[in-house]
C-alpha cells in the first residue's frame, strides 16, 4: 500500500524525506522496532516508560521503509527514508492502522462496551441475542477473542491499535458481520480505537477503579466519555445508537452524538426507553418484563443480582436497537446461563454455595454481596484481596464492603505484582476494629481458600472474589499458574472425602 494512501487522513503535517515520499511501498506498520520488518512504516509513540524515538535508528537498520513522528530531530533526515510528522502519533496510529487494513468496521457492525463493571457480561449477552438471531459474530475482550469457531485468550482487555485493527481485519474476512467489544478507560485514554467506526456504545456505570492510572475520579469519567463525545461523533456510520445506563449518577454528563439515538434504561426511571416494569430477584436467579418502544422483552434468567439485570436491559436495548425482535432477544438473554468468572457456582455436594466472582471494586464487590447475602441460609463467608501496583485508596473500601456483608471476611493476596502483599493487605485493613473475631487475615491466596472451605458448613455460601475467570498470579514480575476455581474444588473434594 502507498505511503499516501496509509497516512491519509491521520493529522500528518509534513510528509518528506525523499522524492515523492507518499508513493513508497509499505508492506506492515508497527509501534514496536523490534517488529520491524523490511517495507515497515514505524510509528514512534512516547509512553510512560519508555519513548519510540529513542528506537528509530534501529528501526531504520531493520528496514523501516518510512516513519511517523511527534519530533523531527536533526538526525532523521540524513536516514534516508520518508519521514511523517504529526502532533499526535498515538491518535495517527489508529486512523493508520485502519486505513492499513482496509477499514474493517466500515464493513461490519460494531459495538463497543465501556463502564467499571459488566462490560465482558453485557459482551457476551450481545453475542448470545446475535448468535441466536443466527448471525455470525465476533467478541473481544477481558477473557479471551473469538470468532467463526476460533478462540484465543485475551492479553488485555482492549488490544493495541494495529492488533485491534488487524483482528477486526481477520474477523471480517472470516466471515463476522457483527462485532462486540470491550472498550477500556486505558485504550480511550490511549486512544486504541479512536480508527474503529462504531454503531453503538453502551455505558454500563461509573465507579472508583484504576485510579493509579486516572489519578482522578473525573480522569477516569473523561476517558469513559469519549467513547461516546469523539468517537462514537465521529463514526462514519449512518445511524449511530448511545446506550446510557440513565441510573447512573455520570448518565447525564455524557455527551452522546447529535445524529444518532439515546437508548437509556433504568428499573427506576418510566421515561427511559427501556423500563423495567416489574421484576424478581432471587436464588432462582432473574424474571422480568422489560419496556421498550419494539415491544416488551419477557426475561427468565438463571443469572442472578440486580446487577445483571442492568446488564440485560443494555444489552437489550443495544440487540433491538440493531434490529433484533423483543422475542428472540428476551430468549437469548433467558438461555445464556453462565459468563465465565462471574458469579460461577463451582458444584459440590456439601450443601455449600461456592461462587467465583471477578469483582475487584468495591462497587462490583457490594452488587455480589448484596445479591448473595438475602439469600444464604447460614453464614456468608467471602475471600478477598487486592492488586499490587494498582490504586491503593479502593483497598480498604474494598475490605470495608466484605466486612460489612459477611459473616466472616478472609483478607488475602490477588496479584500482588512488585508490591509487599503484607503491606496491601495493611491498607485494606486499616478501617477495620483491631481484634475483629469476623476477619482473618491469611496472606497465601491457597490457604485462604482453603480456610474458606474448611470453614463452612451446611447452607454455608462462600463468595471467592477478585480474579474470576484469571487463572494466573502475578508475583513480582512472574506469571505463575492460579486458579480460584480449580482450588475451590480442589478443597471441596478434599473436604468431601473427609466428611463435612
Request: glycine residues 8%.
Amino acid at each position: 500500500m502507498r505511503l499516501a494512501d496509509v497516512l491519509r487522513n491521520a493529522g500528518i503535517e509534513a510528509l518528506t524525506g525523499s522524492k515523492n515520499p507518499g508513493d513508497t511501498e509499505i508492506t506492515g506498520i508497527t509501534l514496536n522496532s523490534q517488529n520491524v520488518e523490511p517495507g515497515s512504516l514505524f510509528i514512534a509513540i512516547r509512553g510512560k516508560v519508555t519513548d519510540g524515538h529513542n528506537y528509530v535508528a534501529s528501526a531504520v537498520k531493520k528496514g523501516a521503509a518510512a516513519l511517523l513522528l511527534e519530533e523531527v530531530s536533526a538526525e532523521i533526515p540524513d536516514l534516508g527514508i520518508p519521514f511523517a510528522k504529526t502532533s499526535d502519533s498515538r491518535a495517527a496510529a489508529s486512523i493508520v492502522a485502519s486505513n492499513f487494513h482496509d477499514h474493517p468496521s466500515l464493513a461490519m457492525k460494531v459495538v463497543g462496551v465501556t463502564g467499571t463493571n459488566g462490560k465482558t457480561t453485557v459482551s457476551h449477552m450481545i453475542e448470545a441475542g446475535w448468535k441466536a438471531d443466527g448471525i455470525n459474530t465476533g467478541l473481544l475482550g477481558t477473557i479471551e477473542n473469538r470468532y467463526m469457531g476460533k478462540t484465543e485468550p485475551a492479553s488485555l482487555t482492549t488490544p493495541d491499535p494495529i492488533a485491534f485493527m488487524s483482528m477486526l481485519r481477520e474477523m471480517k474476512n472470516a466471515g463476522a458481520t457483527n462485532v462486540t467489544l470491550e472498550v477500556s478507560s486505558h485504550a480511550l485514554d490511549l486512544k486504541r480505537v479512536d480508527g474503529c467506526h462504531f454503531d453503538a456504545a453502551i455505558f454500563t456505570n461509573l465507579t472508583q477503579d484504576h485510579l493509579d492510572y486516572h489519578k482522578t475520579l473525573e480522569d477516569y469519567f473523561r476517558a469513559k466519555e469519549r467513547l461516546f463525545s469523539e468517537i462514537l461523533e465521529k463514526s462514519a456510520k449512518k445511524e449511530v445508537f448511545s446506550i446510557i445506563n440513565a441510573d447512573d449518577p455520570f448518565a447525564n454528563r455524557i455527551s452522546v452524538p447529535k445524529k444518532g439515538q439515546k437508548i437509556t434504561f433504568s428499573t427506576k426511571k418510566k421515561d427511559s426507553v427501556v423500563f423495567a416494569e416489574n421484576f424478581t430477584l432471587d436464588s432462582g436467579g432473574i424474571k422480568a418484563k422489560l419496556a421498550t418502544p419494539w415491544g416488551k422483552v419477557e426475561l427468565d434468567s438463571k443469572l442472578m443480582g440486580k446487577h445483571n439485570l442492568y446488564n440485560m436491559m443494555a444489552a437489550a436495548g443495544t440487540l433491538l436497537s440493531l434490529g433484533s425482535s423483543p422475542r428472540t432477544t428476551g430468549r437469548a438473554l433467558s438461555e445464556l446461563r453462565r459468563i465465565p468468572g462471574r458469579l460461577e457456582r463451582i458444584e459440590t455436594a456439601l450443601g455449600i454455595d461456592v461462587f467465583v466472582d471477578y469483582a475487584h471494586t468495591p462497587d462490583a464487590l457490594e452488587n455480589v454481596l448484596a445479591c448473595l447475602k438475602p439469600l444464604c441460609a447460614q453464614r456468608l463467608i467471602t475471600v478477598v484481596g487486592c492488586g499490587g501496583d494498582r490504586d491503593r485508596g479502593k483497598r480498604p473500601l474494598m475490605a470495608s464492603v466484605g466486612r460489612r456483608y459477611s459473616d466472616m471476611l478472609i483478607v488475602t493476596s490477588d496479584n500482588p505484582r512488585t508490591e509487599d502483599p503484607e503491606r496491601i493487605i495493611a491498607d485494606m485493613t486499616e478501617g477495620i476494629e483491631p481484634q475483629d473475631p469476623g476477619v482473618v487475615v491469611i496472606t497465601d491466596r491457597e490457604e485462604a481458600i482453603k480456610h474458606a472451605v474448611d470453614k463452612a458448613g451446611s447452607r454455608d455460601t462462600v463468595l471467592i472474589a477478585g480474579k474470576g475467570h484469571e487463572n494466573y498470579q502475578i508475583i513480582g514480575t512472574e506469571k505463575i499458574h492460579f486458579d480460584d476455581r480449580e482450588v475451590a474444588e480442589k478443597y471441596l473434594e478434599a473436604k468431601d472425602r473427609r466428611g463435612l
